[in-house]
């Protein structure tokens, strides 16, 4: 228990922890889906504010460890979209002391950097009634300048090419491979950024996981930018790879558009492939000095260390960060959309055929969300719900060989929940979307069938265990859970949605399965692309920006 | 350990000298450079750009610092290593802690074991072993325990795996070993089918067996069995009996069983399970070498996707001949040594791709296509072709080098990292073992592996590197919009299209 008051808890706050998961008397007679099988979380806050979660799991000598950043593409400004994950990026290349032969010699480079950068943002301001997009739409990686951004442009290549003749590529990641860090994905840059949150993740061997606090206080506090102009085009080829999908770039993102009006839950991380040519380095050091900050961070460690070993390396390395200025708190709402406005989304790009009917759902933290997520197991799949309406006289999936899926996005704000029929033929999609829209109806009837109810219990039982089971997703569930609602939260809704009845499942699908509360939109592979000449600025004539 | 209940931290205040001194320095700091009065930039303590100052810190710096012996050892596989009476082999990791079982069957079954006439066989027939199909589909059964059957399919090997509860590891086992054991070859399925093209989508990016320019230039440098079927191929119903008998024996599956299950009675199920299956016949694959590529009249290839995309993919490579075991661990560190300078050159220097690498053949004797893969927008692919084939001739040079840190790096990955990953607990270290024994007949060469990592020095990387890889055999296969690509020039690394005289591949 903590005492703020005595002069010796400077340091560190703590607070224990604890999550009381429901040994209630009735779980001993529990049928086996509904079983939930905790794990015990503590928690440290030091005085700066820094937060460390912690599951001791010693069976075998590794720790899974991840720092997460309450910042996100929700925290993004206008014209920017996209810096989030693009300073993710930008902060992986090194410290003043890791990825550097001389930081003295590189920081009067950097001088020169930020003054010519400053030149570019002043003559970009200046021209700006001339270079802004007047066309309804823009082409896609034209960039208009003039010959003095140009300029510019290429001086700051210039510097940076004197910056990288001090610079040591991918020293951080070498230094966690060396080391045996597994990392969830192969990229050199270990993490993620999403709507609500960054997070670097890496697993090491037990006696090597003081790296990873040494690394990872050095990225947030004193990361320096190098490489900035390669980064820019790096990061664009991953939001490009994106983009080039329609399902995950422009069909995904116009479904978006019409879920709602203002809320930046919707954007997509990654960004725009214009507001790539508008990144500048003294806004995106603005956002990593106001949001990596001690207060803004948890760290989650889930392996073979005790909290007594985790304590000694976070007051040594992260307690050394002083406490920053609190991060801008804004609070993004949406505004409820009056009855009668369902919305119909046709999409008139060739991709696979489908129909995808999305309803909003509360955040994760509202208690109406569990359920949702008992619905999308009880619905997803070849066995599911959807897959199994009747259809001339059998199941529509495998009728028509259609593909249904469901799933319940987890965010902390308001979310979806998306009801997918892939279809092999675009003819068979009317039957499909019927098909979606009595499988709901059915629902809000309360009509779940209660061998759908047991096999997404069951399912959902996995997926807890999974979790539980494994090192990195639990970490990883817990960072999330912190920056989206609290930790806390995480095994109360985990068992919730485990235990939703039929009756809850009734009462949420009669809530939020409503018209006005619903977009539908429809794909189809035989279609008629737009016409070529597309309504675009003028194409292909502007990398005015570029040198 | 997980356990129920809660505890709680208890802090020991600590707030010793030096770290005072540390703090008091740093406010000292903090006070000089003026921080706070609205001069940040302007200090000695703040870098250019920033709002607040550098932490100042006596953090050792990760080359400074030793740690003790890697502590990690995998399951023993002589301890899980079990054969039924019926020569079916297994490896059974128990793990009381665990509320989860992973079951995996590996067996011979690839395109390598088709056979004349059997083009497209080993596919047809993982897909009926996996299709949600009737009642007593194992789809349909592990789908019913929450959980999907899952398929991964190599040139001369399949894996099927699940992971279901630990109350339900009876059901998933018996699911996973009948529908070997009785495979439902569907007639009217068979007859339906035809062979795809090979891949998943003209442009899905770099990952996975379907990525269309590595199976485009698999189809230019050795046809079928390196390449899949081409699209419209019919297998016929005695093809697919006829592997099926070769391959699926209790002699050539092997499974692997880990997580919370008691080893004696996972035991007694298997002989029950497989009593009476009668073995296999001669699975022996048709190919062992794809050493000798066909003379070609280009070098570079292209694929015309004109859709709305901006981005190409790339696949350059050359076929490679089986490595032996002794070469394996040289020519593993070998390659991931140039993967980090190749990402390097031509993503942290360069900006021209957001992943670009070079992977070995998975085959059992690692003979198949070597190739690099990569895309990027339309101005990027000249470039990336032209500085991919520069680096990878820069490291077959015998005048280049590698370095004590690039090596120690990489060995690093190889043995404590990728090794570790395979063996992390009892479901992954029966799912490697059982794979590693259908590869191998045993798991030797596996535990063996961080010792013959480690053991490689920078001569034996290079010469391996050598040996296997070279950039004046490697051809390109580019697919995308080959207008926008053609007509492209990178800015900065303006290498034209047409510089590389591309050939396009009839289609």
């Given at each position: 228990m903590v005492d703020r008051r005595s002069p010796y808890t400077t340091w560190a706050a703590v607070v224990a922890v604890a999550v009381l998961m429901a040994t209630s008397p009735g779980n001993a007679q529990e049928a086996p889906s509904e079983a939930f099988s905790p794990v015990e979380v503590q928690e440290l806050v030091l005085d700066n504010g820094f937060r460390v979660l912690l599951v001791e799991d010693p069976r075998v000598p590794r720790v899974a460890a991840s720092i997460w950043f309450r910042?996100?593409?929700?925290q993004e400004h206008y014209g920017e979209h996209g810096s989030t994950h693009f300073l993710e990026h930008a902060i992986a290349q090194g410290t003043t002391t890791i990825g550097t032969v001389d930081f003295e010699a590189e920081r009067a480079i950097l001088e020169e950097i930020r003054a010519t950068e400053d030149e570019l943002v002043a003559e970009r301001n200046a021209v700006r009634n001339s270079l802004r997009q007047r066309e309804v739409f823009f082409e896609e990686l034209a960039w208009p300048g003039n010959e003095r951004l140009r300029e510019l442009r290429e001086r700051l290549y210039e510097l940076e090419d004197r910056q990288a003749e001090y610079r040591i590529h991918w020293a951080e990641y070498n230094w966690y491979r060396r080391h045996g860090g597994i990392m969830r994905?192969?990229?050199?840059?270990?993490a993620t950024t999403g709507n609500e949150y960054m997070d670097f993740d890496i697993d090491l061997p037990r006696e090597r996981v003081e790296l990873f606090f040494r690394i990872e206080a050095d990225r947030m506090s004193n990361a320096v930018l190098r490489g900035w102009e390669a980064q820019r085009f790096t990061v664009l080829e991953q939001i490009l790879n994106r983009f080039n999908r329609p399902e995950t770039g422009r069909f995904s993102e116009a479904l978006n558009g019409a879920t709602a009006i203002v809320h930046p839950v919707y954007l997509t991380p990654g960004g725009h492939l214009r507001d790539f040519a508008y990144y500048d380095r003294a806004s995106m050091l603005r956002m990593y000095d106001d949001y990596f900050v001690p207060n803004n961070a948890t760290l989650a460690l889930v392996g073979d260390i005790t909290m007594d070993e985790a304590r000694r390396l976070a007051e040594r390395y992260f307690g050394r960060i002083p406490r920053g200025p609190e991060p801008p708190a804004r609070m993004d709402v949406e505004p409820e959309p009056p009855p009668g406005g369902a919305i119909r989304l046709e999409w008139?790009?060739?991709?696979?055929s489908r129909v995808v009917v999305r309803y909003r759902i509360p955040g994760l933290g509202h208690q109406d969300r569990p359920a949702f997520d008992t619905i999308a197991a009880a619905l997803d799949g070849p066995r599911g719900m959807l897959a199994s309406r009747e259809h001339g006289g059998g199941r529509i999936g495998t009728a028509l060989g259609v593909r249904f899926s469901a799933n319940a996005r987890a965010t902390g704000s308001q979310s979806t929940i998306d009801l997918v029929g892939r279809a092999s033929r675009d003819e068979d999609l009317p039957a499909v979307e019927a098909a979606i829209l009595e499988a709901v109806e059915s629902l809000r009837d309360g009509g779940i069938e209660a061998s759908a109810l047991s096999r997404a219990r069951k399912a959902l039982r996995l997926d807890w265990e999974r979790i539980r089971s494994e090192r990195a997703r639990l970490s990883e569930e817990l960072g999330r859970f912190q920056v989206r609602n609290g930790w806390h939260v995480m095994q109360p809704f985990m068992q919730a949605r485990q235990r939703a009845s039929a009756e809850e499942v009734r009462r949420v699908a009669r809530r939020y399965f409503v018209p006005w509360n619903r977009v539908i939109a429809v794909a189809r592979r035989d279609i008629d692309p737009p016409a070529g000449d597309h309504l675009v600025s003028d194409p292909g004539s502007g990398d005015g920006g570029r040198p | 350990m997980m356990s129920t209940g809660a505890r709680r931290s208890r802090v020991t205040p600590a707030w010793p000298p030096r770290l005072l001194r540390v703090l008091v320095v740093s406010a000292l700091a903090f006070a000089v450079c003026g921080c706070g009065r609205g001069e940040e930039n302007e200090s000695a303590g703040v870098l250019p750009g920033h709002s607040r100052p550098v932490v100042e810190h006596d953090w050792p710096h990760p080359r400074d610092v030793t740690f003790p012996d890697n502590e990690f050892v995998p399951p023993d596989p002589a301890a899980a290593a079990f054969t039924t009476d019926s020569g079916l082999r297994a490896h059974v990791v128990p793990e009381a802690s665990e509320a989860l079982v992973r079951i995996t069957a590996a067996l011979?079954?690839?395109?390598?074991?088709?056979?004349?006439?059997?083009?497209?066989a080993s596919g047809l027939l993982a897909s009926l072993l996996t299709r949600q199909g009737g009642t007593a589909s194992a789809a349909r059964r592990i789908s019913a325990l929450g959980s999907e059957l899952e398929l991964r399919q190599e040139l001369d090997l399949t894996v099927l795996s699940a992971e279901v509860l630990a109350e339900d590891w009876l059901e998933g086992l018996s699911a996973v070993v009948e529908t070997l054991r009785r495979p439902a070859l569907d007639e009217d399925v068979i007859r339906g089918h035809r062979a795809g093209p090979g891949y998943a989508s003209p442009t899905s990016g770099v990952a996975g067996p379907g990525f269309r320019p590595k199976v485009e230039l698999e189809r230019l440098l050795g046809g079928h069995p390196l390449a899949?079927?081409?699209?419209?191929t019919r297998v016929s119903v005695s093809a697919v009996r006829a592997l099926a008998e070769r391959s699926l024996g209790p002699e050539t599956v092997v499974v692997g069983i880990g997580g919370g299950v008691e080893r004696a009675t996972v035991e007694d199920a298997l002989q029950q399970l497989t009593d009476g299956w009668r073995q296999a016949g001669d699975v022996g694959t048709v190919a062992d070498s794809f050493g000798e590529p066909p003379e070609l009249s280009a070098s570079v290839y292209t694929v015309d996707v004109p859709n709305w995309t901006t981005t190409g993919w790339i696949a350059i490579g050359h076929t490679m001949p089986p490595v032996p075991p002794a070469d394996r661990p040289a020519l593993e560190v070998a390659a991931e040594i140039f993967n980090v300078r190749l990402n390097i050159a031509v993503r942290e220097i360069r900006g021209l791709a957001n992943k670009t690498v070079l992977e070995l053949p998975e085959s059992t004797d690692h003979g198949g296509l070597a190739h690099l893969r990569t895309g990027g927008r339309a101005e990027s692919i000249g470039p990336l072709i032209h500085y991919s084939l520069e680096e990878l001739a820069r490291f077959v040079d015998p005048e280049d080098t590698i370095t004590a840190k690039e090596l120690a790096d990489v060995q690093g990955g190889l043995a404590l990292s990728k090794w570790q990953a395979a063996l992390d607990g009892s479901r992954r270290a029966s799912a490697a073992y059982a794979v590693e024994t259908a590869r191998r007949g045993n798991t030797e060469q596996l535990l063996q592996w961080p010792q013959e990592v480690l053991a490689v020095d920078a001569e034996e990387a290079k010469a391996a590197a050598r040996k296997y890889l070279d950039p004046d055999k490697m051809v390109a296969v580019i697919v995308g919009p080959m207008d926008r690509i053609q007509q492209a020039r990178h800015p900065r690394w303006p290498v034209a299209l047409d510089d590389l005289e591309p050939m396009r591949l009839a289609r």
């Open positions: 910042v996100g593409a929700m994905h192969t990229d050199p840059v270990p008139h790009e060739p991709m696979d | 011979p079954l690839g395109r390598l074991h088709e056979r004349g006439g059997e083009e497209g899949p079927p081409d699209a419209g």
